[in-house]
């Protein structure tokens, strides 16, 4: 936990949805006058597409057929402690960017399945923004729940978060559905021991949760649409929350739990507005006073 450099850590599975909840964070930051550095999970894989490629047969050669992205030993999650730690004690670090493709190979002047140079953080900033995959990993090595002061998860039921993924490998990277089908099949021992224990480790979960048929995710034609979906909000602690707000405020909402609220689909940016900004503010002004 950092008082003067705080950090928010912002964790989901492939295609969950963490790009789209950093858009929603980007506005309150823009709104609020705060400057933050960002930084994308996918910059700590630890081998560059190729190597990855290579590194996957040596492994199902050697009779591991488990490993995958979501794996630790696939990424840098030692590195990315220290990059948490550095930057909570000094408002200093470094990151770097996986190019996925075309687009961003234009952006960032790298070919598709490279990284970037690592990269200082630029200064003065107000706080650190993760996004990724493993923003939450406590294990034997690591402990990135402990360094971070927000935690929030990004978890829709599986067979929508495979929609989502299918989707947007299909559409924005050019993968078959077949291709992304047999990645998902690759990560689930992954997924399991390295993705879910995070989310008993965050602040704050979004569930989106559909309510039209998605019981074959492999051939749906869209995904399901704000409208057409739920989003069950956990909060780990409820003490301090004033839920009669958010449910007076956020139309169709209604507590589900003691912890948990439920709000309509298309609410989904309302509703992290009206939790998060002063959360933000409060993380900002205690740094400010720090
Ligand atoms: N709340 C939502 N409502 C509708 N569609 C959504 C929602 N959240 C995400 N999506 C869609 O799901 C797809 C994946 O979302 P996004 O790119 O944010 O995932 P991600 O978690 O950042 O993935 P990765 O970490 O692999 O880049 C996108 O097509 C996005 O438009
Ligand atoms: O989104 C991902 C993990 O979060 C990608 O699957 C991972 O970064 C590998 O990317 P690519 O298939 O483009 O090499």
Redesign the pocket.
């Known amino acids: 936990m950092s008082k003067k450099h705080p950090i928010i850590s912002v964790t989901?599975?492939?295609?969950?949805?963490?790009?789209?909840?950093?858009h929603t964070f980007d506005q309150i930051f823009r709104r609020e006058g705060i400057k933050a550095v960002s930084i994308?999970?996918?910059a700590f894989h630890r081998f560059n597409r190729a190597e990855m490629k290579a590194e996957l047969q040596k492994r199902y050669d050697a009779g591991d057929p488990t490993f995958s992205h979501f794996s630790y030993e696939a990424n840098e999650l030692g590195e990315l402690e220290r990059v948490f730690r550095e930057y909570g004690e000094t408002g200093k670090g470094r990151t770097r960017h996986y190019v996925?493709d075309d687009k961003e190979a234009e952006r960032y002047g790298v070919p598709p399945g490279e990284f970037t140079e690592w990269a200082e953080f630029a200064n003065d900033s107000d706080l650190l923004f993760y996004?990724?995959?493993h923003g939450a990993v406590a294990n034997d090595e690591v402990n990135l729940p402990k360094l971070a002061d927000l935690k929030i998860g990004?978890v829709?039921v599986i067979n929508l978060e495979w929609i989502?993924?299918i989707?947007?490998d299909r559409?924005?990277r050019g993968y078959s559905t077949e291709a992304v089908t047999d990645v998902i099949l690759r990560r689930m021992h992954a997924y399991v021991h390295c993705i879910t224990p995070q989310f008993t480790e965050t602040d704050v979960n979004f569930q989106?949760v559909p309510v039209v048929d998605t019981s074959n995710p492999f051939i749906a034609r869209w995904?399901?649409?704000?409208d057409e979906?739920l989003?069950v909000i956990r909060f780990k602690n409820p003490r301090g929350i004033d839920f009669s707000y958010l449910t007076s405020m956020i139309g169709g909402s209604w507590m589900s739990r003691a912890n948990s609220i439920v709000i309509p689909?298309g609410k989904?940016d309302l509703a992290m507005q009206l939790i998060f900004t002063p959360m933000v503010e409060r993380l900002v002004h205690e740094a400010r006073r720090a």
Request: net charge neutral; glycine share 18%; aromatic share 0%.
């Open positions: 989901g599975s492939s295609g969950a949805g963490t790009s789209t909840v950093k994308e999970g996918d996925h996004e990724g995959l990004v829709p989502q993924k989707h947007r559409d924005s989106r995904i399901p649409t704000p979906s989003v689909g989904m």
